[in-house]
């Protein structure tokens, strides 16, 4: 069962949106200010209510944290009452939420569809920007006992890191994919009190001492490992390309469509032009929908639109800054040719 | 003027000296590369490749190996020796004068992006001796500068030297 659809009303950047997603990969590319972490938040947030007692909207606040708690500053700002409304449907079920910019905690916030949406449990996993797992130790004990002003997306991510293997054997798909990242990393993580390591012949490595891009290729094998990415959950994942060196690129995709393939739907939001070009060359038909966000001339709001197509991607704003690069370059090397 | 290698035309203005150098009288292909090309304006050579994996006959095995070749940089080795030969030839036939040299590779290939010609751009310029040795001792450039268009890019940018295909 995977996430069909969003549709947004008056929420953050977007006046008025609806995107239909693939059950293998979507990918949101735009520019800064666009909105693709926003969508990616509002799906994990419903996604991750199914199997906690939080609430939807107050899951969405402490995804997003707007100030103090309330709800109403995710409203789109218009200077006078507004309301917005969130609906995500997977099949046949939908959850929907609506509040005002008045609105100051989650409870005044109206909720349908929860208890149908909650009768099946999805496992959702949000990988931020930001590699999370070398400031582990304590990280969770802190994030429960106080106030620290973390999006949950962090502390979410060291829980399911830290999650235990789950029983029973490793199926061929999955031990295959551990193998290839664990070639990538060059050894296995290994984790004791909420530390995280590479482990390897040469012992034990702290993963503060591990490059960043290391450390999130680390976190995808334990994710694998540990039975969070099976068949059915949805991995949510914030520009992959972030501290990690584009040679790279080509195995960490490979890994992103097989799990794709074995089932998991996923969620990815880029600016670069190697991460798309790496899902254009290695996608079977119809199985990687590219969501690009832009605004419109006229209204100046953000709109989305959806291909399967890479060079039907319009507009492309990697490809459009490449362009632009190109040209100065061809510029250059003519020199005032006649 | 028109200059033609299969099914392709090169149409230059009026009055610009040109040859087709990769052709039967060319004598040394057992021994040196060639670039398809050579036009001399007023005031530089261009050395010109064109490289045409969309051909009418050219089977879509044949296109996936030169994609391959293309986007991978092994296409590059091969490019840089037919600009060496190319240029030692015409040395040697002592057709080269002072004016600088530029060498211009055009792939035909509809779905390339300008990412890829700007990344298979700077590859061909760090496969050519661009800049001299430190020393200083270089009295003259070797090649003074290089770009890789597809048949878009080359006939936006170019637009007085129109390449088109034509029926064979």
């Known amino acids: ?338 | 003027m028109i200059l033609r290698e299969r099914n392709l035309e090169l149409t230059l203005p009026p009055g610009v000296k040109a040859w087709k150098f990769d052709d039967d009288t060319h004598g040394l292909s057992h021994c040196m590369k060639a670039v398809d090309f050579i036009v001399e304006l007023a005031d530089r050579f261009l050395f010109i490749e064109i490289k045409d994996p969309e051909y009418s006959s050219a089977t879509s095995r044949v296109q996936q190996k030169f994609i391959q070749d293309f986007q991978s940089g092994r296409l590059d080795e091969d490019l840089k020796y037919k600009y060496r030969d190319s240029f030692l030839y015409q040395w040697a036939c002592g057709s080269l004068n002072d004016k600088p040299i530029y060498y211009f590779v055009v792939v035909v290939l509809s779905n390339l992006t300008e990412a890829d010609l700007l990344a298979r751009t700077e590859a061909l310029r760090r496969q050519l001796p661009q800049q001299g040795p430190s020393s200083g001792v270089r009295r003259r450039r070797i090649v003074e500068d290089c770009a890789v268009f597809n048949l878009q890019t080359w006939n936006s940018k170019l637009p007085q030297y129109q390449i088109r295909r034509v029926r064979s």
């Open chain 1, 1 to 338: 069962m995977t996430i069909t659809r969003l549709k947004l009303e008056r929420f953050t950047a977007f006046e008025s949106l609806e995107v239909e997603f693939s059950p293998r990969v979507n990918i949101f590319l735009g520019t800064n200010g666009t909105g693709k972490t926003h969508l990616m938040k509002v799906v994990y947030a419903a996604c991750d209510v199914t199997k906690s007692d939080r609430g939807f909207v107050e899951k969405l606040v402490r995804v997003f944290l707007p100030a103090e708690g309330a709800p109403g500053r995710l409203v789109k700002r218009y200077g006078q009452s507004t309301r917005c409304t969130i609906e995500v449907s997977r099949d046949g079920r939908k959850l929907s939420a609506s509040f005002s910019n008045h609105t100051r905690v989650p409870a005044s916030a109206t909720v349908t569809g929860m208890r149908g949406w909650k009768e099946e449990r999805i496992e959702a996993v949000y990988i931020p920007v930001k590699e999370m797992l070398a400031n582990a130790p304590g990280f969770r004990s802190l994030y429960a006992q106080r106030e620290i002003h973390f999006e949950e997306i962090y502390a979410d991510i060291v829980d399911r890191a830290l999650l235990p293997v789950r029983r029973g054997p490793v199926d061929a798909r999955r031990r295959r994919l551990l193998e290839i990242l664990q070639g990538a990393i060059e050894g296995r993580v290994h984790q004791e009190n909420e530390q995280f390591f590479l482990r390897n012949r040469q012992g034990n490595l702290e993963f503060t001492l591990l490059a960043e891009g290391l450390r999130k290729l680390g976190l995808l094998w334990l994710l694998i490992q540990n039975g969070t990415l099976l068949e059915g959950s949805v991995l949510f994942w914030d520009e992959p390309e972030a501290n990690l060196n584009p040679s790279l690129f080509k195995t960490l995709i490979e890994i992103l469509l097989e799990l794709a393939r074995g089932g998991v739907q996923i969620f990815v939001a880029t600016h670069d032009y190697l991460i798309l070009k790496e899902f254009d060359l290695q996608k079977h038909e119809k199985e990687v929908l590219f969501h690009a966000l832009y605004r419109d001339e006229e209204t100046g709001e953000v709109q989305c639109r959806s291909v399967f197509s890479y060079v039907e991607i319009d507009p492309n704003a990697i490809a459009q800054a490449f362009a632009s690069a190109y040209d100065r370059e061809v510029e250059r090397s003519l020199k005032g040719i006649r």
